[in-house]
C-alpha cells in the first residue's frame, strides 16, 4: 500500500505533520498503512540533522555494456565465432564475467564447448549385441 505513493510525497505529508507538534511516534499512529516507521524517523532525522527534505539521487555506475561496445563484440564473433570469452575480455578491458553476460544477454549467444565422443564401430555394434542376446530369457509376447 505504501508503493502506491511516490517516496517525495510521502516524505512531505510526515514533515508537514511534523513541525505542528507531531512526535514521531503520533506521526507513525496518524499514516499507519500509509507510511512505514522506518521511514518515518528516518525522515524526522534527516531533517533535524541536515535539515533536508529530499533523499539523495542513487549514485549508479554506468553500465560498461554499452551499444558501441555491442557491436564491436559481435563484429568480432562474427568474423571468428570461435573466440574465446577471455581473450575478447582481456582485449575490450572487462571481467569475464562481463563478456560473459554480453554474449548471453545482449547478443543473444549460448556460448559452448563441442566435445568429441567415441563412435562406435561395425563390429564393436556387432559384439555388443551378441552380448544381450544370452541374457535375455523368451520375450513375454511370444
Known amino acids: 500500500m505504501s508503493n502506491m505513493m511516490p517516496e517525495q510525497s510521502r516524505r512531505e ?4 505533520l511534523f513541525p505542528k507538534g507531531g512526535a514521531a511516534k503520533n506521526i507513525v499512529t496518524k499514516l499507519k498503512g500509509v507510511v512505514g516507521q522506518s521511514m518515518v524517523f528516518k525522515t524526522i532525522k534527516d531533517f533535524k540533522e541536515k535539515d533536508k527534505t529530499k533523499r539523495k539521487p542513487s549514485t549508479c555506475q554506468a553500465s560498461i555494456r554499452t551499444r558501441p561496445m555491442v557491436k564491436r563484440i559481435r563484429e568480432k564473433i ?7 570469452i577471455r581473450k575478447m ?17 545482449d547478443l543473444g549467444m549460448i556460448p559452448y564447448k ?8 561395425n563390429a564393436t555394434k556387432v559384439k555388443r549385441q551378441g552380448h544381450n542376446l544370452g541374457n ?4 513375454p509376447w511370444d
Open 136 to 139: 535375455h530369457q523368451s520375450e
Open 114 to 121: 563441442k566435445q568429441r565422443r567415441q563412435t562406435l564401430s
Open 89 to 105: 575480455a582481456k582485449e575490450e578491458s572487462v571481467s569475464v564475467s562481463t563478456m560473459w553476460r554480453l554474449c548471453r544477454k
Open 78 to 84: 562474427r568474423r571468428d565465432p570461435r573466440r574465446s
Open 13 to 16: 505529508i510526515i514533515l508537514g
